[in-house]
């Protein structure tokens, strides 16, 4: 059994009798170097955790087998701590988590903030950009610092999306002696980095010219940067409402140009996950910019031609084809990969793709849909409609029974 144990700032004074129990009583006490210099002098063995942590932590907690071992955490260990990666490893009946007042729910009190109306996103050991998903006006976000220099960061990041004049409120050291607390706006945020413990309270203003993001689909196309290859806005939002983003899932986005259906489904929810296929390495390369700039950085982006580089990668819970479902062997490595109950939507433009689908879809059922969009524009001196390509879409969900899994 592992014994994981919040420490505040205010550290030895500030846990329960039990808490304190367990750090006397511990063989050994592992931790970093801040959190152990919060507990006095006791009979267990200090071990700093190495850096970087994940990749030596079962040889840490191997050289301590047998012994009674004490982990320390910060706060709330499972608030994007120590604490969910040893549940994760080793299951909740082998470790026992001893919390105390996190640091989010101090920042809340010192705030007035109630739970129901604030987002709270980690940027620990994680890119920044992260948090550019959740601007909206009006919107309150706390932001889990990485370090002292993660509110300018941000800062920068509200004035480049047009959330500017959002104030900024950054919480150091809350529940220590040396608790501080500092405010200003985005646009002028001029303050040299404080106290590597810190969290940032965010109240986002939006520009009043400035662009609306949504999370759901609809992203406006200037959105991303792309070459031409991008699957435009009411297209994506058809192909978005049957790939149905479900938090946690994983979705294949293949031949992604632009990234633009892999980016709104990592927007849906922060738990989503997804893969860009891009043969073309300057799109992948413009995918990537593209999910930093949107709040999705973890997006990953893999550079080859499918469906030799789809091999290996793990099964998804949706797939989006948007390009080449005519191509040999790409549309039946798809649904052979793709997970019973899952979805896949495919679009062409042109006869072959067209024919490619219809014939999927005579084999294995599914919806068969033609989508044609037209904008109004000028012509001449008056205003006629300016039509886009014809897409043909299929969309088809994979039944959970073994012959309809295994057919390609």
Request: negative net charge.
């Amino acid at each position: 059994m592992i014994t994981v144990v919040g420490v505040g700032a205010d550290g030895w004074p500030g846990l329960s009798e039990a808490a304190r129990a367990v750090v006397a009583e511990a063989d050994v006490l592992l931790g970093s170097t801040r959190q152990l210099e919060l507990i006095p002098e006791v009979a267990a063995e200090r071990v700093r955790w190495p850096s970087p942590l994940l990749p030596h932590l079962d040889e840490v907690l191997a050289d301590h087998a047998g012994r009674t071992i004490c982990v320390l955490a910060s706060g709330d260990p499972l608030l994007s701590g120590i604490g969910t990666t040893l549940v994760h490893r080793f299951g909740s009946a082998a470790v026992r988590i001893l919390p105390t007042v996190s640091s989010v729910t101090l920042a809340r009190a010192r705030l007035g903030w109630s739970f129901e109306d604030t987002e709270v996103i980690s940027s620990v050991g994680r890119s920044v950009g992260r948090v550019a998903r959740a601007f909206a006006p009006a919107r309150k976000i706390l932001v889990l610092s990485s370090d002292a220099t993660t509110p300018a960061a941000v800062a920068a990041l509200l004035t480049e999306h047009g959330y500017g004049a959002s104030k900024l409120t950054v919480l150091e050291n809350l529940g220590g002696a040396t608790e501080n607390r500092v405010e200003g706006t985005a646009n002028d945020w001029t303050r040299e980095p404080g106290a590597p413990l810190n969290i940032l309270a965010v109240e986002c203003a939006a520009h009043p010219d400035g662009p609306l993001l949504p999370v759901i689909a609809g992203l406006p196309d200037e959105a991303f940067e792309h070459d031409g290859q991008l699957t435009k806005r009411d297209l994506r939002a058809s192909a978005l409402a049957r790939l149905a983003p479900v938090p946690g899932q994983l979705l294949w986005d293949v031949g992604a140009g632009a990234g633009s259906v892999a980016i709104e489904w990592s927007r849906a929810h922060p738990a989503n996950r997804a893969i860009a296929f891009e043969r073309d390495a300057d799109r992948a390369e413009r995918i990537a910019g593209n999910a930093e700039r949107l709040g999705v950085p973890e997006l990953s982006v893999v550079t080859g031609s499918a469906p030799d580089v789809l091999a290996g990668q793990p099964a998804p819970d949706a797939i989006f084809v948007g390009g080449g479902v005519s191509a040999p062997g790409i549309l039946a490595t798809c649904l052979t990969a793709l997970r019973p109950g899952g979805r896949l939507v495919a679009h062409g433009v042109t006869l072959e793709s067209e024919q490619a689908l219809a014939a999927r879809q005579l084999r294995r059922g599914g919806e068969l849909t033609r989508i044609a969009v037209e904008h109004a524009a000028p012509l001449g001196g008056f205003t006629g409609w300016q039509p886009a390509r014809t897409v043909t879409q299929w969309s088809f969900v994979k039944p959970y029974c073994a012959t309809g899994a295994a057919r390609g």
